[in-house]
Each structure stands twice: as structure tokens, then as C-alpha cells.
């Protein structure tokens, strides 16, 4: 079911599905007026995108899905999520009919999150207000430096001005739930004063802010610079010492640092990507999009006009799906606890295990904290390398010796592909924080 072509959910002589009811919905608009340097997302490069015909496409999935049985939007949906893309690109309208397609009853609940992404050029007042009507409330803007000539090289077509300005705006139009984006690990020799773009960021006061890691993607423009020698990577040490900095910093101005990339005055986490990370599930609905839910993962066409004709055709967009096997779920599961400052509970591991978890707290990778075990910033940079560890403790019978990387079936289990235990690097998983959907 999960080809190349038109997808139909009621084929002759299907099983009947279980319906799944969605709580956590995201959308995607994958528009952008130029492509960064370091950009591998599903996005298309147009300054004036047809808004309409997104909004259609957007439609038509999610009723061919609902009319298939697969799912159902459930009465009152707990958050939405546009991510892009650049949805500040969209004609201001196209925001208030997302509004309408999802229904303004589903979006009646008590601690509704409506989340939108947002470039600072292209977020203006009309933009702001529209939005606000529409439901918007919390806007995560694509900020990524302070730094003129940071921003310049990334590609990106703001200034500090621009991001200021629409912050401002945001607020003058009421919404007051505001994060920030920013870039860490910038390659040689690109100069950046990190410290000043943490300071910009603090003044400007917004609740949250998240920090990605820059990692150099195949095809990207990037990766064509990297071939030509005209720039190295960051070493682990700046990429360490950037990401340490930050957690201090945003720490002592009273920021939670509540899961690995992402931090939080009191209130303010994302509702969104708590859920997901908690393996609840949710729909994407767009190219590119990725959905949970019946313990299946699907993914959509990432092509926007490859999407948009397989869905006007009347049929799904999907390009390819799974069904987590044992091993790779419980691996996943260590994976999102690891993340988050929760942690996980030592009583759910088995016996074989917790020595492991004594050795990353005497290393100082990891603290006890309400019965329960969480990274510390220096264990979230050893991410991957901890999670896959802690797995193959899992998996071993009490009796054998010590965890061989072997336990852990790489490509097949190993779903997020990270080095064997002992390979003691430092990984740019920071990268993998994207909203869930995309």
C-alpha cells in the first residue's frame, strides 16, 4: 500500500482498519523564498505560493483518510503544528482556512496549542492579526542568528531588525507564546560571536527558544562547499563548548531546559512536541509529513508538486511506511526518555542494566533526580551513543557479559543511527528536533 502511485484505502478484499482517533495534528506548507544553504527539508522555492491549492490538497488528504477509516480528528485535537517551509509566505486567508478545514470545535479544547512557523521577513502586521483571528497562538520564528554576516552565508534574507520587528508584531496582535530558532556550530570560517547571539536572543525576551546544531546534509549547498574545501565543519570541541554555554546560560536566566534542544520558561514548553515525544499519536498532513498512529508510521510524497498531483488525482500521497518491530521500539522508547529532562525510571530497566546507568552518573552524563534518571547537557551530546548503549543492556540476557554493539541490529533496529556503544563522539542529532510531522 505504501507505492509510488495513488494510494486507496478501501481496496477490495482489505482487513478492516482501526480507526485511530488524532489529538496532535501537523500540517505542512512547504514553501520558502530561498532555499538556506544548510536546508535538506521538504521545501519548494516560490515567493508567491498558490495558497489555494495548498489549502486544497491539505483538505483532500485529510477527508480521504478520514473516509478511509485510518483515522478521525478527534472532537476537541490538542495541538496543531504549521511547519514549513515558511507558512508567514502564505496569503494571510490561507491561515484562517487551515482554521476552517480542522473546524473551530476541535480547537475549543482548555490548553489548546495552535503553533505556526514564521520567517521575520515575511512576517508582517496583516500576517500577525490574521493569524491571531484565525487561532494562532504561539509562533516559532526562524531567527537562527543576530550576526549579519551569520545570517548572510546561511542564506537566510532577515536581519536583527526583521527579527525584532516581528516579535513585536506578534505581540501587538496578542500572541504572546513566542520561540526562537537558533544556530550553533557554524563552520570555519564563518565568524560568529555566539555569545552576542545568545545575549540578542535573551532581549528579546521571548519564552522559548530552541538550538540546533549544524550538520552538513548530502545535496545541500553545504555539502558542495564542504567537497570544494571552501569550509570544515566545526570541531567537537566549539560544537560542545557553543552547546554547553547556552544550556548555562539559558539556565541561570531561568529557562527550563526541559528536553535536549529546547528550553522553556514556566509554561511555555511546546504541547506539541512533549506529546510526540511521549509516543502519542499524531497525523501529518502535506509533503513531507510523517504520521503515527495504529502503530504504523507513514510518510508523504516529499515532492510538493509530485504530492499535490497524486492527491487532486483522488488518491493518498504516501511514499513509504513501517511497522516498528520490538527491538526497534523499545530502543525508540529509550531514545524519547533520554531526550527529555524526564528521563526514565530505573525500576523499568532490567537488572543488567543499571550499572550503566552508574557509570554515566559517575562521568557526569547523567543525574538521579525524584527517583528518576535524566541527562545532564553534557549526556545530550552523547545522545545516540547512550541510547543505543543502554539498549543493548536491555536486550542482553542477565547472565551474559557486557553489552556487544552487535545486540542492536544496525539499519534494521537502530533507528536512529547512531554509533556503536563505546564510540564516545559527539553526534549533531541536535538537528533531529524538528517538530514531529516533518
Same mark, same amino acid.
Given at each position: 500500500?505504501?507505492?509510488?502511485?495513488?494510494?486507496?484505502?478501501?481496496?477490495?478484499?482489505?482487513?478492516?482498519?482501526?480507526?485511530?482517533?488524532?489529538?496532535?495534528?501537523?500540517?505542512?506548507?512547504?514553501?520558502?523564498?530561498?532555499?538556506?544553504?544548510?536546508?535538506?527539508?521538504?521545501?519548494?522555492?516560490?515567493?508567491?505560493?498558490?495558497?489555494?491549492?495548498?489549502?486544497?490538497?491539505?483538505?483532500?488528504?485529510?477527508?480521504?483518510?478520514?473516509?478511509?477509516?485510518?483515522?478521525?480528528?478527534?472532537?476537541?485535537?490538542?495541538?496543531?503544528?504549521?511547519?514549513?517551509?515558511?507558512?508567514?509566505?502564505?496569503?494571510?486567508?490561507?491561515?484562517?482556512?487551515?482554521?476552517?478545514?480542522?473546524?473551530?470545535?476541535?480547537?475549543?479544547?482548555?490548553?489548546?496549542?495552535?503553533?505556526?512557523?514564521?520567517?521575520?521577513?515575511?512576517?508582517?502586521?496583516?500576517?500577525?492579526?490574521?493569524?491571531?483571528?484565525?487561532?494562532?497562538?504561539?509562533?516559532?520564528?526562524?531567527?537562527?542568528?543576530?550576526?549579519?554576516?551569520?545570517?548572510?552565508?546561511?542564506?537566510?534574507?532577515?536581519?536583527?531588525?526583521?527579527?525584532?520587528?516581528?516579535?513585536?508584531?506578534?505581540?501587538?496582535?496578542?500572541?504572546?507564546?513566542?520561540?526562537?530558532?537558533?544556530?550553533?556550530?557554524?563552520?570555519?570560517?564563518?565568524?560568529?560571536?555566539?555569545?552576542?547571539?545568545?545575549?540578542?536572543?535573551?532581549?528579546?525576551?521571548?519564552?522559548?527558544?530552541?538550538?540546533?546544531?549544524?550538520?552538513?546534509?548530502?545535496?545541500?549547498?553545504?555539502?558542495?562547499?564542504?567537497?570544494?574545501?571552501?569550509?570544515?565543519?566545526?570541531?567537537?570541541?566549539?560544537?560542545?563548548?557553543?552547546?554547553?554555554?547556552?544550556?548555562?546560560?539559558?539556565?541561570?536566566?531561568?529557562?527550563?531546559?526541559?528536553?535536549?534542544?529546547?528550553?522553556?520558561?514556566?509554561?511555555?514548553?511546546?504541547?506539541?512536541?512533549?506529546?510526540?515525544?511521549?509516543?502519542?499519536?499524531?497525523?501529518?498532513?502535506?509533503?513531507?509529513?510523517?504520521?503515527?498512529?495504529?502503530?504504523?508510521?507513514?510518510?508523504? /510524497?516529499? =515532492?510538493?508538486? &509530485?504530492?499535490?498531483?497524486?492527491? +487532486?488525482?483522488?488518491? @493518498?500521497?504516501?511514499?513509504?511506511?513501517? $511497522? #516498528?518491530?520490538?527491538?526497534?521500539?523499545?530502543?525508540?522508547?529509550?531514545?524519547?526518555?533520554?531526550?527529555?529532562?524526564?528521563?526514565?525510571?530505573?525500576?523499568?530497566?532490567?537488572?543488567?542494566?543499571?550499572?550503566?546507568?552508574?557509570?554515566?552518573?559517575?562521568?557526569?552524563?547523567?543525574?538521579?533526580?525524584?527517583?528518576?534518571?535524566?541527562?545532564?547537557?553534557?549526556?545530550?551530546?552523547?545522545?545516540?551513543?547512550?541510547?543505543?548503549?543502554?539498549?543493548?543492556?536491555?536486550?542482553?540476557?542477565?547472565?551474559?557479559?557486557?553489552?556487544?554493539?552487535?545486540?542492536?541490529?544496525?539499519? /534494521?533496529? =537502530?533507528?536512529? &543511527?547512531?554509533?556503536?556503544?563505546? +564510540?564516545?563522539?559527539? @553526534?549533531?542529532?541536535?538537528?533531529?528536533? $524538528? #517538530?514531529?510531522?516533518?
Amino acid at each position: 500500500m505504501d507505492g509510488s502511485r495513488g494510494e486507496s484505502l478501501r481496496g477490495s478484499g482489505s482487513p478492516p482498519r482501526t480507526t485511530t482517533e488524532i489529538r496532535h495534528l501537523y500540517v505542512h506548507a512547504p514553501f520558502c523564498a530561498r532555499r538556506c544553504r544548510y536546508c535538506d527539508f521538504a521545501v519548494t522555492v516560490e515567493r508567491r505560493p498558490e495558497s489555494a491549492r495548498w489549502l486544497r490538497a491539505i483538505e483532500a488528504e485529510l477527508a480521504l483518510l478520514e473516509r478511509g477509516g485510518e483515522v478521525r480528528l478527534a472532537d476537541r485535537i490538542e495541538t496543531l503544528y504549521l511547519g514549513g517551509g515558511t507558512p508567514s509566505l502564505l496569503d494571510a486567508g490561507a491561515v484562517a482556512g487551515l482554521g476552517g478545514v480542522v473546524g473551530a470545535e476541535r480547537m475549543a479544547a482548555d490548553g489548546f496549542e495552535w503553533t505556526a512557523e514564521a520567517n521575520p521577513e515575511s512576517f508582517q502586521s496583516e500576517t500577525a492579526r490574521a493569524w491571531a483571528r484565525a487561532g494562532v497562538n504561539r509562533i516559532s520564528f526562524g531567527v537562527q542568528s543576530f550576526d549579519p554576516g551569520a545570517l548572510r552565508w546561511m542564506g537566510r534574507l532577515h536581519s536583527a531588525a526583521d527579527a525584532n520587528a516581528a516579535i513585536a508584531r506578534a505581540r501587538a496582535a496578542g500572541i504572546d507564546n513566542l520561540s526562537l530558532d537558533l544556530i550553533f556550530g557554524l563552520p570555519n570560517p564563518v565568524a560568529r560571536d555566539w555569545r552576542r547571539d545568545l545575549d540578542g536572543a535573551l532581549s528579546l525576551a521571548a519564552p522559548h527558544i530552541s538550538l540546533y546544531g549544524l550538520t552538513i546534509e548530502e545535496g545541500t549547498p553545504l555539502a558542495r562547499l564542504l567537497r570544494e574545501g571552501r569550509i570544515r565543519p566545526a570541531g567537537e570541541e566549539r560544537y560542545r563548548d557553543e552547546f554547553l554555554l547556552a544550556a548555562e546560560r539559558l539556565a541561570a536566566e531561568g529557562y527550563d531546559h526541559y528536553e535536549l534542544s529546547n528550553f522553556a520558561r514556566p509554561g511555555f514548553a511546546s504541547r506539541h512536541n512533549r506529546a510526540c515525544w511521549r509516543g502519542a499519536p499524531y497525523l501529518g498532513l502535506g509533503n513531507g509529513a510523517h504520521s503515527f498512529h495504529g502503530g504504523r508510521r507513514h510518510w508523504n /510524497e516529499r =515532492d510538493w508538486a &509530485r504530492y499535490a498531483t497524486r492527491i +487532486e488525482a483522488g488518491g @493518498l500521497a504516501r511514499s513509504g511506511g513501517e $511497522r #516498528p518491530g520490538l527491538g526497534q521500539r523499545r530502543l525508540e522508547k529509550i531514545w524519547l526518555a533520554l531526550r527529555t529532562a524526564k528521563g526514565l525510571d530505573p525500576a523499568a530497566l532490567p537488572p543488567a542494566a543499571l550499572p550503566l546507568l552508574g557509570r554515566w552518573r559517575a562521568r557526569g552524563l547523567a543525574m538521579a533526580r525524584s527517583d528518576r534518571i535524566h541527562l545532564t547537557p553534557r549526556g545530550w551530546l552523547l545522545l545516540d551513543t547512550l541510547a543505543v548503549e543502554l539498549d543493548a543492556a536491555c536486550a542482553r540476557p542477565a547472565s551474559s557479559g557486557s553489552p556487544s554493539p552487535s545486540r542492536c541490529k544496525r539499519g /534494521e533496529e =537502530d533507528a536512529i &543511527r547512531g554509533p556503536p556503544p563505546g +564510540e564516545d563522539r559527539i @553526534l549533531p542529532q541536535l538537528t533531529a528536533t $524538528r #517538530p514531529p510531522g516533518l
